[in-house]
């Protein structure tokens, strides 16, 4: 149901975006900071808001890193850990807050998060968490010591391996009994959520984070390729190995969910077998699946009262609620697929498989965030000289670090979820409308015509000139706009906390000092923009000034 | 159903489930079913046949079967969640725990070689930076030594020079044919 808004993005926003930032970071061959600041001066505060967003995504992304390594090292147990719940204390039956909900998320928000029931209340640091996030910022620092000609060579690894893990997860995902429900599920279209702009915002979001716009982090891998390169054909072939690669793992994740989902209600039909069973002393084998609904209804005409007493327990099995509980968020991610492996025959493999496959894409995207950082760094003189190439990277590396310890508290997730939601989203698409906008009508587009026909000697088709100039800034205003009419007829700001006496997540509101940060987090990217230009305003009427009274 | 009662007594006697004394004169028949059902469910009760019609206690059949309760499930090939006793809740049996947890063996491997790969570099990284250093140097020293011993004019060594032949320099060779002969 995704697919049409997903595609539609894809040609609109994605495709042309793309060709423009290569072709912006092929032609001035400086990082983003300095690109802009050739384009216009006015615009280096646009280079800026890159790096600041590329930095709080590093902050906090590295900490998905961190869990998939937790993850990974616990799946080397037989049974795994979160198949099934611990005991309690004096071991008559299963730790109590287990009971209420099942094992993975009890696995989850317990022994991996150890989560506090609210924001306010922070808990300590938990090691074993601090300890994941160290190793993670090792490998990435291991991987980023010598600068962007080695990142390239450990791309070939982290880009191929997840396409063969998914070539098995394929494999295995469709000969899973009940796959065929999820598939069925993904590709019926839903015409209700077409017409909720949330599904087209979560499309555009979506396509933007894959393909990396807005980040810095491709007008900086761009300045290191030769000023002949078809950044064109790279643009269009990139798109459409990204979508086939998003289809493609959403065909295999939607096999897994759908076979997670056959197995949760196939258990709920036999747990109301078993109670009706036991109730009413059936023969073994009499109540089954097909019939359960006609024995439900002789059982209720027969023994009216003992159906009643027991009816609040009997639970209506659907396979479509199963289906339906959305899938989002990266918390859910770790729950659905431990919880899909832990059925599967050698779940260690799978599991192992898996989070292997997650930890290749969580240190790709980190290569790329870190990249966008370092290349501003080392480009300016002023630092590049003074230290090597190593210690920035060290230094990098260590300062995310220590801040993503916070991550690692017991109220952790809260902030992450903060950063997840806030620190990228409305920056992102800020940036790229100015980043279109600019190019457009700053740069002038015919100079940016001449600019690529040098380049790669051919000029762009009216296409590609159409969707720059007017539907790409067009569509990004009309997500602008949807995103803040929701924000304002929703009013305040919440977020869901576990509570462990309940079992489940509820709905809270976000204290004070909360709100104050995700504002921070909104303004320090955004502002960047319009305070870069009114500072180079104010350097050249310095300058005009002190030539003036000079001469 | 018989081969349940003869099963219950082999398990409560071949194990001693009961005294030592009731063993000995225990049957077959001192387990009665009652109460049997399509659902292959019963009651059962455990008779002592040395004091006639008299039942052994629920607590003593419910404390030995709650003891033995694993063997019991092995002689029926059945587990604790197909064979239940109804009022006796299984004891559950701890999962494994090794000394150290296996997640700090594997994330103790991975560390170091991760760590091993970093101080790799870094060295070579130095060791690199020098190599280039000393090249520099030792260039800069070869230059020194040369000016000491030769005699150097504009940077030339002298013995290049060729002083008598002398050099023509085509710039001003083609002047000849511009200015005018006298």
Redesign the interface.
């Known amino acids: 149901g995704f697919l049409i808004p997903y595609f539609i993005m894809l040609i609109a926003e994605g495709m042309p975006l793309l060709y423009l930032e290569l072709a912006v970071g092929q032609r001035m061959r400086q990082g983003s900071i300095g690109a802009w600041k050739i384009i216009s001066p006015y615009l280096c505060g646009v280079g800026v808001a890159s790096v600041v967003v590329s930095f709080f995504l590093s902050m906090y992304y590295n900490v998905i890193n961190a869990w998939a390594?937790?993850y990974?090292?616990?799946s080397?147990?037989d049974?795994l850990p979160w198949a099934?719940c611990?005991?309690n204390s004096n071991?008559?039956?299963?730790d109590e807050e287990c009971e209420k909900t099942s094992s993975t998320q009890y696995f989850w928000y317990r022994q991996t998060l150890n989560i506090s029931p609210s924001l306010e209340a922070s808990g300590s640091v938990q090691w074993e968490q601090a300890?994941?996030l160290t190793?993670a910022w090792?490998?990435v620092?291991?991987c980023i010591?010598?600068g962007t000609a080695s990142t390239g060579k450990v791309v070939y690894v982290t880009a191929s391996l997840p396409y063969c893990v998914l070539i098995i997860y394929l494999i295995r995902g469709l000969t899973l009994h009940g796959a065929v429900n999820g598939l069925i599920y993904m590709f019926t279209p839903k015409l209700e959520q077409l017409s909720n702009p949330k599904a087209w915002i979560s499309a555009a979001t979506q396509i933007f984070f894959s393909l990396g716009l807005g980040f810095g982090s491709l007008i900086a891998f761009a300045s290191y390729n030769e000023s002949s390169n078809n950044c064109e054909r790279h643009a269009v072939i990139v798109s459409l190995i990204n979508s086939t690669t998003s289809i493609f793992a959403s065909i295999v994740t939607f096999s897994i969910y759908g076979f997670k989902a056959t197995f949760n209600y196939e258990s709920c039909l036999n747990k109301v077998i078993l109670l009706l069973?036991?109730t009413f002393?059936?023969?073994?084998g009499?109540l089954t699946a097909d019939n359960l609904s006609e024995m439900k209804d002789y059982l209720m005409a027969t023994h009216p009262q003992e159906y009643a007493q027991l009816s609040p327990q009997l639970k209506n099995c659907s396979l479509e609620a199963e289906l339906d509980t959305a899938v989002q968020g990266t918390g859910l991610a770790f729950i659905v697929y431990s919880e899909a492996i832990k059925n599967m025959e050698v779940p260690q493999l799978y599991s192992v498989l898996y989070f292997v496959m997650l930890l290749m894409l969580g240190i790709g995207s980190m290569l790329g965030n870190t990249a966008a950082i370092l290349t501003p760094l080392t480009d300016s003189r002023a630092i590049a000289t003074r230290f090597?190439?190593?210690v920035i990277s060290g230094a990098v590396c260590f300062i995310n670090c220590v801040i993503g310890l916070i991550f690692t508290m017991e109220a952790g997730n809260y902030w992450f979820d903060i950063f997840n939601d806030y620190a990228a989203t409305l920056s992102l698409l800020l940036i790229v409308l100015v980043e279109t906008i600019a190019v457009c009508y700053i740069y002038g587009i015919r100079r940016f015509e001449k600019d690529l026909y040098t380049m790669i000697g051919r000029k762009p088709n009216w296409y590609w000139k159409l969707m720059w100039a007017f539907a790409s800034p067009l569509l990004i205003i009309s997500l602008f706009i949807f995103y803040l009419t929701d924000y304002i007829l929703t009013g305040t700001l919440q977020y869901q906390a576990w509570d462990a006496t309940q079992g489940q997540l509820v709905t809270k509101d976000y204290p004070g000092h909360a709100l104050a940060v995700i504002g921070l987090l909104v303004a320090a990217s955004t502002m960047c923009i319009p305070l870069g230009a009114l500072v180079t305003f104010i350097r050249k009427r310095l300058k005009r000034e002190s030539v003036s009274t000079t001469a | 159903m018989l081969s349940f009662a003869s099963q219950m007594h082999r398990m409560l006697s071949k194990y001693g489930l009961v005294s030592k004394q009731l063993w000995e004169i225990m049957q077959i028949s001192n387990i009665l079913l009652c109460n049997v059902t399509d659902r292959v469910s019963f009651w059962f009760v455990v008779t002592d046949s040395s004091e006639n019609v008299t039942t052994v206690p629920g607590s003593e059949v419910e404390a030995a079967i709650r003891m033995n309760r694993n063997r019991i499930n092995s002689a029926f090939l059945l587990s604790d969640k197909t064979l239940q006793f109804l009022k006796i809740t299984p004891t559950l049996s701890p999962p494994v725990e090794p000394s150290t947890p296996v997640w700090l063996i594997v994330f103790g491997v991975v560390l170091c070689l991760i760590l091993a790969g970093i101080v790799f570099l870094v060295v070579a990284g130095i060791r690199q930076r020098k190599k280039k250093n000393k090249e520099s140097t030792e260039r800069e020293n070869l230059e020194e030594k040369c000016e000491v011993t030769i005699t150097v004019e504009n940077g030339i060594p002298c013995e290049a020079l060729d002083l008598k032949a002398g050099h023509i320099n085509g710039v001003f060779a083609a002047d000849n044919e511009r200015f005018t002969s006298l």
């Open positions: 390594f937790w990974l090292f616990h080397f147990q049974p099934t611990p005991l071991r008559t039956g299963y300890l994941c190793l090792l490998v620092y291991l010591l010598r069973m036991n002393d059936l023969e073994e009499s090597p190439k190593e």
